[in-house]
Structures are given as structure tokens and as C-alpha cells.
């Protein structure tokens, strides 16, 4: 599972509405035709168009939507139950799921929040439901929206607020589950962290090891030296051999624990400093499953 995973139950229908008004104001297309015409309109609109309309939105990610058919409104509940892993198990389905150490410095590139408090909720709302953004946003500056220690402004925030819910809190939240619920560490779930990076990666070096710069593992990047070779061996015949369907020796025994790849090539296995920090946003923004209980 690879860049980002099942964090928060994705916005509604009713809070994506006002996504789908918004771009159709920005085309110029009336909010008084029909759905029909509205429909018409928008696949009548070159994809060009349809791209730039984006730039004139604040809700401008369009992600999936919790409908009850392509997602179920259960999705979280669930990952919390143990239905999910128990499907997994019996279905002989494994994870190989991980992050970079840097995450943020890309993220905080994508669209980047206006530089307030207010900026910050904005954008996190274009891609979060807004319970879920309100709560981390309190968790983390309190009812004063003070900046937290460490950051250096509130558009260094966003990035480390964005991917702590793409990956870094929310990920451990979701790998509790399956353990709890019957997957085992190191052989069901496969577990990484990557602290390193070649300088054929194509990312500024002062970003560090953040998102995306892992792909020269996964896909054996054109440029990598004989020595980036030799360091990504075994990472790489860990990831034929899992996609093959092979046992792997992941050497990771709790779930709390992470194979690595640190920052001078070596590999071993990591013990998790996040582990409840992550936990703790996944029960502040899950805890409840959003008032549902698992039907299966």
C-alpha cells in the first residue's frame, strides 16, 4: 500500500455538494439547471478548463466519497471491529506499508495553505471532513490556535498536519487494528521506514527523505549507481518475492517495530518512536468510528 492509506471515513455527499457548487460556479454553469443539464455541462467543458477551475477553489481536492457504493460508510468501522482484518486473514491477503521519514516537505508543497490558522483549516477541509480537521487542529493548538512549538510558521504546520493524516498517525492507528484483530507483525504486516534517498531522485536535497523519493526502491529508478544497487538489493528482492507470493524475512517481530533503511544504507530494524502519538490520532479522529458499529 503505497502513498497513503484508509485514514479518516472520507467526506459525504452532503459536504461534497458543496465541493461540486463551487466548481460549478467557478465554470459559470448555473446551480439552477438540472442535475441532468448540470451533468451535460460539465463533460460539454474541455479538461483543460476542468484542470484550471481548481486554481479559483478553496475545496480543490477531489477524493473519494463516502456513498455507500464505491465506500462504504462502514469503511473505518470496519478497520476498528476487525471485520477488515479478519477478511485479510482469511483471505490470505498481505501488507507491505510504511513512510518516509521527511514526509512533510512535500506535502507542504501541494497546494500550500495560506499562511494562518484559517489558511490551514481551509486546506485540510479540501481533503478531510471538517470534524476530523477541527479535532486535530484543537488536539494540536488548543482553543487559543496557537502555533505549535516547532514550527516554524503555520505553512510548516500544514505540511507535517498533512501527512500525519496521509501517513504518519494514521497509518499506526490502522496497523494496530489488524494486529489486534489477528494479522502478525512481520509476516501478515510488513512494516518500513526509509531514511534514505539516492541523488538521482529528482527531489531538492534539503527536503530530505520525503514523500515519493522512496520510488526508486519500488521501481528501480534509471540513474541509480552501482552502489544505490547494492544498497537496495535486498529491498527490492523483498518486494518481488512479496509480490510473488513468497514468505519474506522481514525480521520484525511486534507491531511496533519497522524494517529500515537508514541514512547511511544500512538495514535493520527500527523500534517505533510515534507509535502513540499515532495512536492517539487515530483514537481522537477514529475512536468512535464515527458513531457507527460494524454490521458484519
Known amino acids: 500500500m503505497w502513498s497513503n492509506g484508509p485514514g479518516v471515513q472520507p467526506q459525504g455527499i452532503v459536504e461534497r455538494q458543496k465541493q461540486f457548487d463551487e466548481l460549478l460556479t467557478v465554470l459559470g454553469i ?43 460508510r462502514e469503511t473505518i468501522a470496519h478497520i476498528n471491529s476487525g471485520d477488515f482484518a479478519r477478511r485479510m486473514k482469511r483471505r490470505g491477503t498481505k ?7 521527511d514526509e512533510h516537505n512535500l506535502y507542504r508543497q501541494w497546494r500550500t495553505a495560506h499562511n494562518s490558522f484559517d489558511g ?14 477541527s479535532k486535530l487542529l484543537e488536539d494540536y493548538c488548543g482553543p487559543s490556535r496557537t502555533l505549535p512549538l516547532g514550527m516554524k510558521d503555520w505553512q510548516d504546520f500544514f505540511g507535517h498536519s498533512y501527512a500525519n ?3 504518519h498517525c494514521l497509518e499506526r492507528g490502522f496497523h494496530r487494528a489488524l494486529v489486534d484483530h489477528g494479522l502478525q507483525p512481520g509476516k501478515d504486516l510488513l512494516r518500513y521506514r526509509i531514511e534514505w534517498r539516492t541523488d538521482s531522485c529528482g527531489y531538492p536535497p534539503e527536503w530530505g527523505v520525503t ?26 528482492e523483498a ?47 477514529n475512536g468512535e468510528s464515527a458513531g457507527l458499529k460494524s454490521r458484519l
Open 165 to 167: 493524516l496521509q501517513v
Open 239 to 285: 518486494l518481488a518475492a512479496f509480490i510473488r507470493g513468497d514468505d519474506i524475512e522481514w525480521d520484525t517481530k511486534g507491531v511496533k517495530e519497522a524494517r529500515r533503511l537508514t541514512n547511511d544504507g544500512k538495514t535493520d530494524v527500527w523500534t517505533d518512536d510515534r507509535w502513540e502519538e499515532g495512536i492517539h490520532v487515530w483514537q481522537l479522529l
Open 95 to 101: 501488507l507491505m506499508n510504511g513512510e518516509c521519514r
Open 30 to 72: 448555473p446551480l439552477s439547471l438540472s442535475g441532468e443539464e448540470k451533468l451535460k455541462r460539465l463533460r460539454e467543458t474541455p479538461a483543460k478548463l476542468l484542470i484550471d477551475a481548481q486554481k479559483d477553489m478553496s475545496i480543490t481536492e477531489f477524493r473519494a466519497t463516502t456513498d455507500d457504493s464505491f465506500i462504504s
Open 120 to 133: 490551514v483549516h481551509t486546506r485540510l477541509c479540501a481533503d478531510y471532513p471538517e470534524v476530523a480537521v
Open 211 to 236: 514523500h515519493a523519493t522512496d520510488m526508486a526502491i519500488w521501481f528501480w529508478y534509471p540513474g541509480l549507481t552501482n552502489e544505490d544497487k547494492r544498497i537496495l538489493k535486498p529491498w527490492n
